[in-house]
T-cell receptor
Framework: ETGVTQTPRHLVMGMTNKKSLKCEQH?????MYWYKQSAKKPLELMFV???????ENNSVPSRFSPECPNSSHLFLHLHTLQPEDSALYLC?????????????FGPGTRLTVL | RKEVEQDPGPFNVPEGATVAFNCTYS??????FFWYRQDCRKEPKLLMS???SGNEDGRFTAQLNRASQYISLLIRDSKLSDSATYLC?????????????FGSGTRLSIRP
């Protein structure tokens, strides 16, 4: 497979569940990102990883916990979420975190919290 | 004032028309600018980067006006397949990585 892949594509979970979103990039990039896209809102950057180190954490609640075991994989661990966390979660990667680098997005995981 | 602002639209134009929309940004230190396209229920995909001198890719022309702090996208001879949401992205210097701000998008609908 090429590009950026995400699993699962759809997820429904209760507020007491624990689940994980997975992202994998096959582009040889060094930077990976998690974004949240809610209805009628702009994409919100959640986390940035560069060479497996977290470099940005944009005031995201602790119920979202990222993990980057290597430069090709990124996880978002979810626990005790709220209904307002229902959204499309997009993973992206880029060659580096330099301003000029293009980001490539995965297809997203559409999350519904009941 | 939002850091990046776009007219949400929708812009509803006939096939073959020329359409343009702008995106304003508030941080004068912003360094890089992009236009992404997002189809319904799909991920954003890069349409084009925006260079200081302006750039063109086929029917698409992007311009940057640093003095007035906006970027623009012009689509000529619009096609039905151009219907999508167009997202403007602005990157600024950050402490450890570039700060990335997405606009909320402009919806474009091309009618036959």
């Amino acid at each position: 497979e090429t590009g950026v892949t995400q699993t699962p594509r759809h997820l429904v979970m209760g507020m007491t569940n624990k689940k994980s979103l997975k992202c994998e990039q096959h582009l040889g990039h060094n930077a990976m990102y998690w974004y949240k896209q809610s209805a009628k809102k702009p994409l919100e950057l959640m986390f940035v990883y560069s060479l497996e180190e977290r470099v940005e954490n944009n005031s995201v609640p602790s119920r979202f916990s990222p993990e980057c075991p290597n430069s090709s994989h990124l996880f978002l661990h979810l626990h005790t979420l709220q209904p307002e966390d229902s959204a499309l979660y997009l993973c992206a990667s880029s060659q580096s975190t330099l301003a000029g680098d293009e980001q490539f997005f995965g297809p997203g995981t559409r999350l519904t919290v009941l | 004032r939002k850091e990046v602002e776009q007219d949400p639209g929708p812009f509803n134009v006939p096939e073959g028309a020329t359409v343009a929309f702008n995106c304003t940004y508030s941080n004068s230190a912003s360094q890089s600018f992009f236009w992404y396209r997002q189809d319904c229920r799909k991920e954003p995909k890069l349409l084009m980067s925006v260079y200081s001198s302006g750039n063109e890719d086929g029917r698409f022309t992007a311009q940057l006006n640093r003095a007035s702090q906006y970027i623009s996208l012009l689509i000529r001879d619009s096609k039905l397949s151009d219907s999508a949401t167009y997202l403007c992205v602005v990157k600024s210097p950050g402490s450890s990585a570039s700060k990335i701000i997405f606009g909320s998008g402009t919806r474009l609908s091309i009618r036959p």
